[in-house]
Nanobody
Framework: QVQLVESGGGLVQAGGSLRLSCAAS????????MGWFRQAPGNERQFVAAINWSGGNTYYAGSVKGRFTISRGNAKNTVYLQMNSLKPEDTAVYFCAAKIDYSGTYSTGYDYWGQGTQVTVSS
């Protein structure tokens, strides 16, 4: 059974930083793309960042590019999201997601999802 567990969320002031982690289990994730999404109250879930199976390619939403960095651990079953220069509009529940990396697209089509971790940025 595939399981994704996020951690690292919390409350931070604007301009601060947080590092989210996602631990994946249940199968070998070396051929899986991993992504981060977020959902604010009243809004649809939106793509934040993704990393391909090898970790060699990363993708970002325009709103976070230059502030957020996605990476994955050596064992490929852990993915991180380093978030710097946080803004109040980054407040949301952040979700980790995974899919087999075959399509070349990274903002949609994920098969597995975590339960989410709350990030709140105060002004």
């Amino acid at each position: 059974q595939v399981q994704l567990v996020e951690s690292g969320g919390g409350l931070v002031q604007a301009g601060g930083s947080l590092r989210l982690s996602c631990a994946a289990s249940g199968r070998t994730f070396s051929r899986y793309a991993m992504g981060w999404f977020r959902q604010a109250p009243g809004n649809e879930r939106q793509f934040v960042a993704a990393i391909n199976w090898s970790g060699g390619n990363t993708y970002y939403a325009g709103s976070v590019k230059g502030r957020f960095t996605i990476s994955r651990g050596n064992a490929k079953n852990t993915v991180y999201l380093q978030m710097n220069s946080l803004k109040p509009e980054d407040t949301a529940v952040y979700f980790c997601a995974a899919k087999i990396d075959y399509s070349g697209t990274y903002s949609t089509g994920y098969d597995y999802w975590g339960q989410g971790t709350q990030v709140t940025v105060s002004s």
